[in-house]
T-cell receptor, first 117, second 115 residues
């Protein structure tokens, strides 16, 4: 079965500093990987996704993530954080169950990002 | 409206009440999902519908009853809930793609409080 671990429950950074949120996954084949962001009281918004090809993926709001198969990781990065980036971030892995897959996603526990001015 | 909408956004109900949550997607998708998001726990997949047919019931108690009349609408009927059912209920939709990997698009959720 697939699983996702986000080791950091809460991260605090200063505005303008760089950011890296960690995500490790467990899956037997090539995974589909996603990062979502959730602002308080809101649903999840897709930041970026990896299906195949280039292992460095660009997303919205200046975020990027790098798929590293050898480390089973898909860490999210941003070179300069803005106060509006404060939110909760979720990493997810999608199943590939062959011809019957319906796109089941398994989510990590989330990382809460606090941004200090 | 665009995207995935959910109503109501907030709901307070007693344990003996019956209520329904509604989800509507305007993206032309054919798969819809219900998730439960509780504090301190990962998102839990509850139900999946593909082309209006239920394809997943993730061991959800029978006090939660989903309904999918067409590919654009999804309901979650609630009855005799427990306080531990208080949570944010999220609806999502996607295209069905053989082999998986579909991106799911989420609604804003319904914040449910059971007294």
């Amino acid at each position: 079965a697939q699983s996702v671990t986000q080791p950091d429950i809460h991260i605090t950074v200063s505005e303008g500093a760089s950011l890296e949120l960690r995500c490790n996954y467990s899956y037997g084949a090539t995974p589909y990987l996603f990062w979502y962001v959730q602002s308080p009281g809101q649903g999840l918004q897709l930041l970026l996704k990896y299906f195949s090809g280039d292992t460095l993926v660009q997303g919205i709001k200046g975020f990027e993530a790098e798929f590293k198969r050898s480390q089973s990781s898909f860490n999210l990065r941003k070179p300069s954080v803005h106060w509006s980036d404060a939110a909760e971030y979720f990493c997810a892995v999608g199943a590939d169950a062959g011809g019957t897959s319906y796109g089941k996603l398994t989510f990590g526990q989330g990382t809460i990002l606090t941004v200090h001015p | 409206e665009t995207g995935v909408t959910q109503t109501p956004r907030h709901l307070v109900m007693g344990m003996t009440n019956k209520k329904s949550l509604k989800c509507e997607q305007h993206l032309g998708h054919n798969a819809m999902y219900w998730y439960k998001q509780s504090a301190k726990k990962p998102l839990e997949l509850m139900f999946v519908y593909n082309f209006k047919e239920q394809t997943e019931n993730n061991s959800v108690p029978s006090r939660f009853s989903p309904e999918c009349p067409n590919s654009s609408h999804l309901f979650l009927h609630l009855h005799t809930l427990q306080p531990e059912d208080s949570a944010l209920y999220l609806c999502a939709s996607s295209l069905f793609r053989v082999g998986g990997g579909e991106t799911q698009y989420f609604g804003p959720g319904t914040r449910l409080l059971v007294l």
